[in-house]
């Protein structure tokens, strides 16, 4: 069976490939496509697909701020009848009720990198058959022991994702444990939204606030390559240690480079793969959609990249 692959943006659709004669069984949801990490999961779905000789279609929100763009999508995905859904939501209640309308259609959906708040769904009365994710906090945890050991204790900071945001948070927690245990002091801990020129404030008033700033972590790369300038701005650059995550391409050729200290590379085709491969299983085996099931909880590991 050929491998077709359709791509929406926001709430405009354009087709990857040519219009399919038959409905795809399998719809993947993601949060956006303007960041590296959500193209290689796109793209280790469609290379999963090919493998297993199924078709997907794949839909992205146009920004992780875009809410309402990925409810719509969840929407329409619903009413085109797809049996298995996986979706990666922008918060842990944005696609509650979504997913709720898409269980009483009898599909199933599973829950990808942004983990939703199943207290919430159960009491809503919905359900999802897996959740699948790099262990966030372990990522935290990874870059900020790396961040000790070339430090020692001295100060930190943290440049945090959107407040609120899960996985996010788990990694600004798993960096503070490392910290804690390292005897570092964390000066600040701060959001910049995931974006680069907002971290690239955000580390600017840092070192200007803390002159004698060591390490600074950033919950993603794009933010850590903003926070980069700002160190190399400072006239900084050797100095102060700055860590991201993701392994996105620029940041793994900052790294190549010598410039970032480091990421925590996230294998988000791994997950994308995985995701799909979940889908065709819970396909295959059609178990009842119950809401006082628990989900499979799913960890796809990650590894530091250093120089």
């Known amino acids: 069976m050929k491998t077709l692959t359709k791509l929406l943006v926001g709430s405009s659709a354009f087709l990857m490939s040519m219009q399919p004669a038959f409905s795809a069984d399998y719809a993947i949801i993601l949060k956006t496509l303007a960041n590296p990490f ?33 409810q719509r999508l969840m929407e329409d995905a619903i009413n085109k009848h797809y049996k298995a859904i996986g ?30 708040d199943l207290a919430q769904l159960k009491s809503a009365g919905g359900s999802v058959v897996a ?25 930190v900071a943290i440049i945090e994702g959107k407040a609120g945001n899960a996985s996010g948070d788990a990694r600004r927690d798993g960096a503070n444990v490392a910290f804690k245990a390292g005897g570092n002091q964390v000066v600040a801990s701060l959001p ?29 790369d794009t933010m850590a390559l903003g926070a980069f300038q700002a160190v190399l701005n400072a006239g900084k650059q050797g100095k102060v240690v700055v860590v991201g995550t993701d392994g996105a391409p620029e940041a793994m050729e900052s790294v190549k480079a010598g410039d970032l200290s480091a ?15 979940i889908l065709i299983e819970t396909l295959a085996k059609k178990p009842a959609i119950k809401a006082d099931v628990p989900p499979q909880m799913v960890s796809v590991d990650s590894r530091l990249v250093t120089k």
């Open 263 to 277: 990421t925590v590379a996230q294998d988000s085709a791994g997950v994308g793969a995985r995701s799909l491969d």
């Open 131 to 155: 959740f699948l994710s790099t262990d966030n906090k372990a990522v935290g945890e990874k870059a900020g022991k790396y961040i000790v050991s070339k430090v020692g204790a001295g100060k």
């Open 87 to 116: 979706v990666a939501p922008i918060t842990a209640v944005s696609m509650i009720q979504t997913i709720v309308a898409a269980n009483q259609k009898g599909i199933y959906v599973v829950n990808i990198d942004e983990k939703v």
């Open 38 to 70: 959500w193209v290689s999961m796109k793209e280790g779905v469609q290379a999963e697909a090919q493998k297993k000789g199924v078709q997907v279609d794949i839909f992205a929100a146009a920004s992780e701020d875009d809410i309402q763009g990925q």
């Open 192 to 220: 910049a939204d995931w974006d680069r020129a907002r971290a690239l404030d955000v580390a600017t008033n840092m070192l200007q606030r803390n002159p004698d700033l060591k390490g600074i972590y950033c919950c993603n």
